[in-house]
T-cell receptor, first 114, second 113 residues
């Protein structure tokens, strides 16, 4: 079974600081990878996804993530965070193939201080 | 932009009661899912549903749980006899195809007293 681990549970940054959130997954086969964001009081929204092709994927709001297959990692980055990025971020993995479930990491709460 | 909707947003029930959580997936989507998130824990898969039958279910999804697509638009999760540990946020998700990302609804917060 696949699993996902997120290294940071709570990150506090000042505005304009750079962000990198770690994510590692464990599964021997081919996977699709996602980062979801949950803003306070709102539902899960897709930030970006990797299915195939260029391992550096760009998402909404200036976020990007890099899939490094040899390290089973899919870290999320943003060069300069804003106060509005305060949210919880979930890394997720899905086996390729039909009807597959998404397996989520435990989430990282990001707090950006103005 | 089309979105997944869920009702109610918050449901409070007594232990042992039956609850039905409702979801309206995006209209052209074919695959449907329920997940739950106990407070302070990660989002966990419960069940996937395609072509009017369960495709996969987790060990959490025991005989107390059932899912149904009673008409062309709704997708429901029923818990027959709720327990205290069923208190959680329940998310519905849908996807157009098995190889696409899943779109999540806003969730129903279930509180079992």
């Amino acid at each position: 079974a696949q699993s996902v681990s997120q290294h940071n549970h709570h990150v506090i940054l000042s505005e304009a600081a750079s962000l990198e959130l770690g994510c590692n997954y464990s599964y021997g086969g081919t996977v699709n990878l996602f980062w979801y964001v949950q803003y306070p009081g709102q539902h899960l929204q897709l930030l970006l996804k990797y299915f195939s092709g260029d391992p550096l994927v760009k998402g909404i709001k200036g976020f990007e993530a890099e899939f490094i297959k040899s390290k089973f990692s899919f870290n999320l980055r943003k060069p300069s965070v804003q106060w509005s990025d305060t949210a919880e971020y979930f890394c997720a993995v899905m086996k390729t193939g039909g009807y597959q479930k998404v397996t989520f990491g435990t989430g990282t709460k990001l707090q950006v201080i103005p | 932009e089309p979105e997944v909707t869920q009702t109610p947003s918050h449901q409070v029930t007594q232990m042992g009661q039956e609850v039905i959580l409702r979801c309206v997936p995006i209209s052209n989507h074919l695959y449907f899912y329920w997940y739950r998130q106990i407070l302070g824990q990660k989002v966990e898969f419960l069940v996937s549903f395609y072509n009017n039958e369960i495709s996969e279910k987790s060990e959490i999804f025991d005989d107390q749980f059932s899912v149904e697509r009673p008409d062309g638009s709704n997708f429901t999760l029923k818990i027959r006899s709720t327990k205290l540990e069923d208190s959680a946020m329940y998310f519905c998700a849908s996807t157009e195809g098995a190889y696409n990302e899943q779109f999540f609804g806003p969730g129903t917060r279930l509180t079992v007293l």
